[in-house]
């Protein structure tokens, strides 16, 4: 089983790579602690610092080893020129504002990773600390939809629980999507 989740939320955006608010440190605390029954043996994350410290919470509470790995950086799924129809033309012009260390052409990378981590820890049950875009990606490839639905997944809410499993048949099957933990007042 993989688990998705998105990284807690940032403590404002005013710099380049935020780390997480306290308010999003809460949160990751309380998912934490809704998948500390589970047989997690891993934790990958990205390499930004709110998916690193989400990553921290969890391997504490869970006790699970964690690595960073950059197959979980940020990025966005941007078509190439061959692809843009694809895409509904209202959102071309988005694409063109998606900074270049972020763009994945057709998602190409992102696919790539995607079946690296399924085939390489199906067998096992793992976390993913990564971005809101790569979760959808993540889902959208599992539902073999079109490229364009990535975009109509969501959102993708902070320290949310996407959790993705095999079928009998050993294929993955989406079992919860945006899963989000209820922060007592």
Same mark, same amino acid.
């Given at each position: 089983?993989?688990?998705?989740?998105?990284?807690?939320e %940032?403590a404002?955006?005013?710099?380049?790579? =935020?780390?997480?608010s306290?308010?999003g440190r809460? #949160?990751?605390h309380?998912?934490?602690?809704r /998948?500390?029954?589970?047989?997690v043996?891993r934790? /990958?994350?990205?390499?930004?610092?709110?998916t690193?410290?989400t990553a921290v919470?969890?391997?504490?509470? /869970?006790?699970a080893g964690?690595?960073a790995?950059?197959l979980?950086?940020?990025?966005t799924?941007?078509?190439s020129?061959e692809?843009?129809g694809d895409?509904p033309?209202?959102?071309w012009?988005?694409?063109?504002?998606? =900074?270049?260390a972020?763009?994945d052409?057709?998602?190409?990378?992102?696919?790539?990773t995607?079946?690296? /981590?399924w085939f390489?820890?199906?067998?096992a049950e793992?976390?993913l600390?990564?971005?809101a875009?790569v %979760?959808?990606?993540?889902v959208? #490839?599992?539902l073999?939809?079109p490229p %364009?639905?990535?975009?109509?997944?969501g =959102?993708?809410g902070t320290a949310?629980l996407?959790?993705?499993g =095999?079928?009998?048949?050993g294929?993955?099957?989406?079992e919860?999507?945006?899963?989000?933990?209820?922060?007592p007042?």
């Open positions: 089983m993989i688990h998705l989740v998105r990284h807690g %940032a404002g955006h005013e710099e380049a790579d =935020p780390g997480l306290e308010h809460r #949160q990751v309380a998912l934490a602690n /998948l500390a029954f589970r047989p043996s934790v /990958l994350h990205g390499p930004s610092r709110r690193s410290e919470i969890l391997t504490e509470v /869970l006790g964690s690595e790995t950059d979980l950086a940020d990025r799924p941007v078509p020129p692809r843009r895409y033309t209202h959102r012009e988005w694409f063109e504002g998606v =900074p270049d972020e763009r052409p057709d998602g190409t990378m992102l696919t790539d995607w079946h690296k /981590l390489e820890h199906h067998d793992i976390v600390v990564t971005h875009f %979760a959808a990606w993540f959208r #490839q599992v073999n939809a %364009a639905t990535w975009m109509r997944i =959102p993708v949310t996407t959790s993705i =095999p079928n009998l048949a294929e993955p099957v989406v919860t999507f945006n899963a989000e933990v209820i922060l007042l």
